[in-house]
Each structure stands twice: as structure tokens, then as C-alpha cells.
């Protein structure tokens, strides 16, 4: 995945908008469910790929909150694809050691996926090479809103005295508390949007954008994406370095 791209520039955090997979069948004249079918055999290449890459964390945006409103047939459907996902995936993910996480309301899934999710993450738990996390029924407004329930309970528990007043104490009670904020960000399928994706954590990241769709992203586009972070400099605020810096 890395093969020719700078080493000393290489985002540790990569979090992606799987976005196109019902616009992909659509041109195709197929139910949007085989969109979905082709995005899932394209994670399966991703994490291929991730054994040998500097990248430490992946995070897919599987599931949001707002996916609910779709038709029925179509989230049993994604359920069901999780689920198939997880029960063929969990060789892969064993045999290139890479840990399985979530973020998101996941009590809500239904009872089938959390068992899944509980079996791979259980079997997966003792890796820290590489750490797949999938966002699942997850938006960054409900991550908000929860934050500020568990600060609520904790005062109220005494478990802390005070609400949290710097961002690094903040962050402990977002579903990401555990993880590094992303580093890159990438959506597919030309939409110039991050749609209630880590809005907090993702307020210093890169962002890529590109036109392909997710079913047609291939490792190319991938290292395209790298490469593109790889010529940014990221500055946080400050002021940019001077020739001399460099």
C-alpha cells in the first residue's frame, strides 16, 4: 500500500466516507444492495493491503444514525451484510492482526450484529499492529450529545469534580476517546461533504475528496489519496515554517 510513497509523512489515523454504492448499481441498472455487496468486497482489498502500511488506525464510516431512514428492506439488507461481513472477515482480520473496534450507538444494532461484533472483537482483542474501527449507527451529534450524558453522570457520581474545560479532557468521553484524532479523511463519489462524520475529532485533518465511487476505489486511489496528504503541511494554527525550518 505504502510502495513509493514518503515515509517520513504518513498519516497514523485514516478514516474514511464510503460513499457511491447505491449510485454505482444505479448506473448499472442493479438494486442498490449490490453496491452495497461490491463496498464490502473493497474493504476486504483495503485490509489486505494493511498489513504492510505505516497506517495505524483505519476508520470506515459504515452506518450513521441517519441510515435508518432508509427503506426497510434496505437496512436489513446492510445488516445483513454486516453480519456476513464479520463471519467471513474475522480469518482476515486474525490472520494480519488488526484489532476490531466500533464507535457509535451499537445497543441499537440488532442483538444478531452485536454478538458478531462481540465474537471478532473478542478474538481480535489482543492485537495493536493495526485497528480497524467500523462507525456504526454513528453521528457526531449523537456522540455529542452522549459525551455530555457521561460528564453529566460522572459529576453527579463524584467521579469527577468538575466539567472537563480543555479539549484532551473532553475527548476521553467521545466514542473515540481511545484512538488518535484522523489524520486524513477521505470521501469518494465527488461529494464535497463529511455528512456528521467526526466533526470534533476531525477539526485538524486533511481532507480528500474524490470523484470515484466506493465500489470502483481501488488501492490506487488509495495511494493517490496518501500521496496528496503527503505533499500538505499540516499546521495546526501556527505559522507556516520558514525555508530555513524545513
Known amino acids: 500500500m505504502s510502495n513509493g510513497l514518503p515515509q517520513d509523512n504518513f498519516p497514523e489515523h485514516v478514516a474514511i466516507i464510503m460513499d457511491g454504492n447505491g449510485r454505482w448499481a444505479r448506473k448499472r441498472f442493479l438494486p442498490r444492495i449490490e453496491g452495497h455487496r461490491q463496498g464490502v468486497k473493497n474493504v476486504r482489498k483495503l485490509l489486505e493491503s494493511l498489513g504492510d502500511s505505516p497506517i495505524r488506525y483505519l476508520t470506515l464510516f459504515?452506518?450513521?444514525?441517519?441510515?435508518?431512514?432508509?427503506?426497510?428492506?434496505?437496512?436489513?439488507?446492510?445488516?445483513?451484510?454486516?453480519?456476513?461481513?464479520?463471519?467471513?472477515?474475522?480469518?482476515?482480520?486474525?490472520?494480519?492482526?488488526?484489532?476490531?473496534?466500533?464507535?457509535?450507538?451499537?445497543?441499537?444494532?440488532?442483538?444478531?450484529?452485536?454478538?458478531?461484533?462481540?465474537?471478532v472483537k473478542q478474538e481480535t482483542s489482543e492485537f495493536d499492529e493495526h485497528v480497524l474501527t467500523l462507525a456504526l449507527n454513528y453521528g457526531s451529534r449523537t456522540e455529542v450529545f452522549d459525551a455530555t450524558r457521561r460528564i453529566a453522570e460522572d459529576l453527579a457520581s463524584g467521579a469527577i469534580t468538575e466539567s472537563p474545560t480543555e479539549w484532551e479532557d473532553y475527548r476521553k468521553y467521545l466514542y473515540t476517546?481511545?484512538?488518535?484524532?484522523?489524520?486524513?479523511?477521505?470521501?469518494?463519489?465527488?461529494?464535497?461533504?463529511?455528512?456528521?462524520?467526526?466533526?470534533?475529532?476531525?477539526?485538524?485533518?486533511?481532507?480528500?475528496?474524490?470523484?470515484?465511487?466506493?465500489?470502483?476505489?481501488?488501492?490506487?486511489?488509495?495511494?493517490?489519496?496518501?500521496?496528496?496528504?503527503?505533499?500538505?503541511?499540516r499546521r495546526f494554527g501556527r505559522v507556516p515554517a520558514s525555508p530555513a525550518e524545513v
Open 62 to 119: 459504515a452506518f450513521s444514525v441517519e441510515n435508518w431512514q432508509r427503506p426497510k428492506e434496505e437496512v436489513n439488507a446492510l445488516m445483513d451484510l454486516l453480519k456476513q461481513f464479520l463471519r467471513r472477515e474475522s480469518r482476515l482480520l486474525v490472520k494480519n492482526r488488526i484489532r476490531l473496534e466500533t464507535i457509535g450507538r451499537r445497543d441499537e444494532l440488532p442483538e444478531e450484529v452485536q454478538r458478531e461484533l462481540d465474537r
Open 177 to 233: 476517546g481511545h484512538m488518535p484524532d484522523p489524520d486524513l479523511i477521505i470521501r469518494t463519489s465527488g461529494e464535497w461533504r463529511v455528512s456528521n462524520f467526526l466533526l470534533l475529532q476531525g477539526a485538524y485533518a486533511e481532507l480528500y475528496f474524490c470523484e470515484i465511487p466506493w465500489p470502483e476505489f481501488t488501492i490506487h486511489h488509495f495511494n493517490e489519496a496518501l500521496a496528496s496528504y503527503s505533499q500538505r503541511e
